[in-house]
C-alpha cells in the first residue's frame, strides 16, 4: 500500500504562494498552493506547466508529480541554494551560462504566443488606476522592445540567485511562474545587470527595474484590499 502523504513543515521565503515541504515513504515533495491572484501578478499557470514538462528530461527544473490550477506537487530538490556572490566566482558563471544557452536553443514543440512585455506592463498599470509614476513611459518602453528584431527563447524572467540550486545532477532552476517565450537578454540582465553583453542591454534593464516596481506596488494594493 503507497504511504500516507505526511506534513513536514511550510516553507519559508515566497512571497506569492504557500508551500509545503511534505513526506510521502522514501520521497520528499513540495505542495505549492497556487496564489488566488496569480493573474493580477501577471502569472500564467498553463504556460508555467507547459515549460516544465518541456524541460523534464533536461533535469533542471524540478520533477513534476502532480498539476492543477490550484497546486502544483513537485520534488523537493535538495542542494546548495546560490547567492549573490556566487555570480561572482567565474566557474559557476560559465556554467549557469552554459544552461542557459541550453535553455534557448531549445525550440518549442507546441504553440507558444510570443511574451508581451507592454500586455505584462499593462495588466499591472490596469490595476494600479493612473497611481504609478510614468506609467505611459513604461509601456512605450514595452512596447519598444516587443517591437524589435529579436528571435524569441525560453526565457525564466525571474532567475536571481535565490532561484538556483546546485544539487548532484546539476543546477536546477526553480520558480518558473514568469517563464514564456521571451526576449534572450531578460535572463542574462536579471543576474548580471548592465554588465550583460548584448546590444538591449539597457532597454531590458530599465524595463525590468519599471516591472519589479510594478510588481510590488500590485503585490502591495492586493494584500491591503485583503
Known sequence: MPAKPRLIRALQGGRTNQSFLVE??????????NAHNSANLGI??????SLLRLLQ?????????????????????DGRQWHGYSLQQPRLRRRLARLIERLQGITLTASMPRFSYRVHCEN????LEDTFPDGAAVVALAATLDEGDWQPVICHHDLVPENIVETER??????????????????GVRLYGRDFPHPDTEKVY????????????VQNQLINTV
Do not use: K
Not at 527544473?61 to 490550484?70: G, I, N, T
Not at 499591472?124 to 490595476?127: A, E, H, I, K, R
Not at 546539476?170 to 535572463?187: C, K, Q, S, T
Open 44 to 49: 500564467d499557470r498553463e504556460r508555467e506547466l
Open 170 to 187: 546539476g543546477l536546477v532552476l526553480l520558480d518558473w511562474e514568469y517563464a514564456g517565450w521571451g526576449h534572450p537578454a531578460m535572463d
Open 124 to 127: 499591472y498599470l490596469q490595476q
Open 57 to 77: 528530461s533536461l533535469e533542471c527544473v524540478p520533477r513534476v508529480w502532480f498539476a492543477s490550477q490550484e497546486v502544483l506537487v513537485t520534488e523537493f530538490v
Open 206 to 217: 530599465e524595463l525590468q527595474q519599471a516591472m519589479d516596481r510594478l510588481w510590488q506596488a
Open 24 to 33: 510521502c515513504g522514501a520521497h520528499l515533495g513540495v505542495v505549492r498552493i
